[in-house]
């Protein structure tokens, strides 16, 4: 594998790869469609990213309703397959039989135009998803993919208790497990728990949502306050990215960004990578105490609850709320709300619960919509 070393590599078990990793559950929109893909900034940010070394780059089967794959099949047709990591994810809960999981694995490879994966997943481990996982078989599948040499390294994505890592971990060698780890979610959702495990067993550990869906890029005033009179120049996202690729069994920190200015910041955080000194830890520590003083709704926007059954936005009413709760500007809050169509807004809620069995942040999505409707009509 040829690399550009611009950018900050670390070696864990003999796989190296770049310290910042490109995720593409939110790539730039031409429009509110999801599938929408603004193709020519997402060229610009692919063209940026190899250029600087940053060739890890993550992608999902629902990620965009299937687009993403589709983007990078296209995009990545310009460089050598050898040049950079392709890595995506085995979404059990999508088949309905154990012939459905070649067909999704097949149906992945065609859109992402590659004979095989350098990285691969199963997707969103917890309880539910495990079981299903055991039922179609999917572990003893996806050893077959890498025996054949369609799968390099088999990992998984994790979204559960600690206790129940440990019980995925025994499992079998994994080569790697993906984990949400973040300076809030560190003892929030247990994160250091889950990667003490992983760490002990030998496991190398990629980062998901170290900005928590762009909420740690943002925090609220009193917190970037407190960020930019220590280090002026330092970005607010940087400080969390710093966070969790300052962890030694940390292989990879995945951002998903958005835009050609969000790679170049990051770029400039993972190039010449300096970890956080013990005095900078305890400055982000008195910034967070100012953030979770505000914080409301726990969504990284993951989608995952999407589509809603009965039509509701759900990623986009929590968004909007977090908002407010930080400014507390209820008219501006109640009028962007408004522009929600009304048969998408909280109201259209019918508490099916279909959304909170799969939100990995465990929200009971149903009860804090009715909250939000009641405070929208407050």
Same mark, same amino acid.
Request: charged fraction near 20%; glycine fraction near 4%; include cysteine.
């Given at each position: %594998?040829?690399?550009? *070393? ?15 990793? /490109? ?7 031409? *429009? ?8 020519? &900034? ?7 990213? %190899? ?22 099949? =296209? ?6 397959? *050898? ?5 995506? &994810? ?41 079981? /299903? ?46 984990? @949400? ?7 929030l959702y247990r994160s250091r728990e889950q990667y003490e495990i992983l760490a002990e067993n030998n496991i190398p550990v ?9 909420? /740690? ?20 996202? *940087?400080?969390?990215?710093? #966070?969790v690729a300052s962890l030694p069994n940390v292989l990879c920190v995945l951002s998903g960004m958005s835009n050609p200015e969000? %790679? ?15 005095? =900078? ?42 908002? #407010? ?35 990995? @942040? ?5 009860g804090m919509l009715q909250k939000i409707h009641n405070e929208v009509n407050s």
């Amino acid at each position: %594998m040829e690399k550009n *070393s611009s950018v900050t590599h670390r070696t864990l078990n003999g796989l190296t790869v770049p310290l910042l990793g /490109l995720g593409t559950m939110r790539l730039p929109l031409n *429009s509110e469609n999801t599938e929408d893909i603004d193709y020519a &900034k997402t060229a610009e940010m692919l063209d940026l990213a %190899m250029q600087a070394g940053v060739n890890y780059i993550d992608t999902a089967y629902m990620y965009h309703n299937g687009k993403s794959e589709v983007c990078l099949g =296209e995009l990545l047709k310009k460089y050598p397959r *050898s040049s950079y990591f392709l890595v995506d &994810k085995m979404p059990s809960w999508f088949a309905k039989s154990e012939e459905d999981i070649e067909k999704i694995f097949n149906e992945q490879l065609k859109r992402c135009q590659t004979e095989y994966f350098d990285f691969y997943l199963v997707h969103a481990v917890d309880h539910n998803n495990w079981e /299903l996982t055991k039922k179609f078989h999917v572990v003893e599948f996806l050893e077959q993919k890498k025996a054949e040499g369609k799968i390099r390294n088999l990992g998984f994505s994790f979204h559960d208790t600690p206790e129940f890592l440990k019980t995925v971990v025994a499992r079998r060698k994994w080569d790697f497990a993906q984990i @949400q780890l973040n300076y809030l979610d560190w003892t929030l959702y247990r994160s250091r728990e889950q990667y003490e495990i992983l760490a002990e067993n030998n496991i190398p550990v990629m980062v998901m949502e170290p900005l928590r869906g762009g909420s /740690l890029a943002l925090l609220n005033p009193p917190a970037n306050e407190i960020l930019k009179a220590y280090n002026p120049d330092a970005s607010t996202a *940087s400080w969390g990215l710093r #966070y969790v690729a300052s962890l030694p069994n940390v292989l990879c920190v995945l951002s998903g960004m958005s835009n050609p200015e969000q %790679m170049q910041d990051n770029l400039r955080t993972f190039t010449d990578f300096k970890p956080l000194t013990d005095e =900078e830890r305890a400055v982000l520590e008195k910034a967070l105490a100012a953030y979770r003083k505000q914080l409301a709704v726990p969504c990284t926007a993951c989608r995952y609850c999407m589509p809603c059954p009965a039509g509701v936005e759900i990623p986009r009413i929590f968004a909007l709320y977090n908002q #407010y709760t930080i400014t507390s500007h209820k008219w501006v809050f109640q009028n962007s709300y408004n522009t929600i169509p009304a048969e998408n807004q909280a109201s259209a809620c019918v508490n099916c619960g279909k959304c909170a069995e799969h939100c990995p @942040q465990k929200i009971r999505i149903p009860g804090m919509l009715q909250k939000i409707h009641n405070e929208v009509n407050s």
